[in-house]
T-cell receptor, first 114, second 116 residues
Framework: AQSVTQLDSQVPVFEEAPVELRCNYSSSVSVYLFWYVQYPNQGLQLLLKYLSGSTLVKGINGFEAEFNKSQTSFHLRKPSVHISDTAEYFCAVIRVNTGNQFYFGTGTSLTVIP | DGGITQSPKYLFRKEGQNVTLSCEQNLNHDAMYWYRQDPGQGLRLIYYSQIVNDFQKGDIAEGYSVSREKKESFPLTVTSAQKNPTAFYLC???????????????FGQGTRLTVV
């Protein structure tokens, strides 16, 4: 079975400071990995995804994530956050070649403090 | 523009009534999903469908029903058997999840259901 753990439920950070949102997964097979962002009362928007190739993935809004297979992690980073980055962030996985479902973490609420 | 549309955005119903949430996509995706979102619990899968006329229960299917008669539509009915239906409901679609190199889930804007 798959599971996704987002280790921090809330992350406050000052504007222009760096941030890392942590995500670990468990799976006995290969997976694809995703980070989504959700603004209040809206749907989820894809930030970035890892399907294959380079383990460092760059996404929208200056975010990037690194896939670490040995540590089964896919942490999201941004070197300098803006007020507009305040939102809920979700990590997700799906098993490769199974036609199965997406599994989501419980989310991390990022609050950028002016 | 291609996308996924949920309607209505806000829905109020009396306790004991069934209610149907609409989800339509024009992305030509085979797979569609319904998630429920409650504060602090992330997204929990209710039902998903990988192909027309076929669907599977997710983790919290009790009190819900779905149909998939057309590729572009995947309505969700919240029945009176659902004990705590007030929540934010999200619909998503994707290519056959896990089978295509460019797979990702596209989400609608959600429906907030309040039962009074």
């Amino acid at each position: 079975a798959q599971s996704v753990t987002q280790l921090d439920s809330q992350v406050p950070v000052f504007e222009e400071a760096p941030v890392e949102l942590r995500c670990n997964y468990s799976s006995s097979v290969s997976v694809y990995l995703f980070w989504y962002v959700q603004y209040p009362n809206q749907g989820l928007q894809l930030l970035l995804k890892y399907l294959s190739g380079s383990t460092l993935v760059k996404g929208i809004n200056g975010f990037e994530a690194e896939f670490n297979k040995s540590q089964t992690s896919f942490h999201l980073r941004k070197p300098s956050v803006h007020i507009s980055d305040t939102a809920e962030y979700f990590c997700a996985v799906i098993r490769v070649n199974t036609g199965n479902q997406f599994y989501f973490g419980t989310g991390t609420s990022l609050t950028v403090i002016p | 523009d291609g996308g996924i549309t949920q309607s209505p955005k806000y829905l109020f119903r009396k306790e004991g009534q069934n209610v149907t949430l609409s989800c339509e996509q024009n992305l030509n995706h085979d797979a569609m999903y319904w998630y429920r979102q409650d504060p602090g619990q992330g997204l929990r899968l209710i039902y998903y469908s990988q192909i027309v006329n076929d669907f599977q229960k997710g983790d919290i299917a009790e009190g819900y029903s779905v149909s998939r008669e057309k590729k572009e539509s995947f309505p969700l009915t919240v029945t009176s058997a659902q004990k705590n239906p007030t929540a934010f409901y999200l619909c998503a679609s994707s290519t056959r999840a896990g089978l295509a190199l460019n797979t990702e889930a596209f989400f609608g804007q959600g429906t907030r259901l309040t039962v009074v």
